[in-house]
């Protein structure tokens, strides 16, 4: 016996069903419209897939950068904190390479293909 659909099972049913049902059916704003949900349900599903991952990888970056344990919100929290009182700066080791990886990571789910797409520009460290 099947359980329920997980989340993103449900997602890639109704982004497949506006992308090969309604889609072709339409146009104009009513296309666009359809567009934009598709994208939006894209972004959830990748949001999904990645984030458990994307969040301890970020979790170990912070712990090492700020030389602490904590949630990831709580080590997010004190290293917005340490930037803005300038304990931590842009030449701080590890800082330049924790935002850009951050940066790329945030990329995957909204614009997975942006990096693909385009020529990868040195990471900060190079």
Known sequence: MHGPPSIADLLRAVRSFLESELLPERGGPLRQEARAAMHLLGIA???LDLAPARGEHERDRLSALLG???SLEELNRDLCRRIRSRE???DTPGLADHL???ALDALAVDQPHYMR???SPSAPGD
């Open 68 to 70: 602490r344990t904590g």
């Open 117 to 119: 797409d385009r020529r």
């Open 100 to 102: 850009w990886q951050s």
């Open 45 to 47: 599903e990748r949001e």
């Open 88 to 90: 931590l700066r842009i």
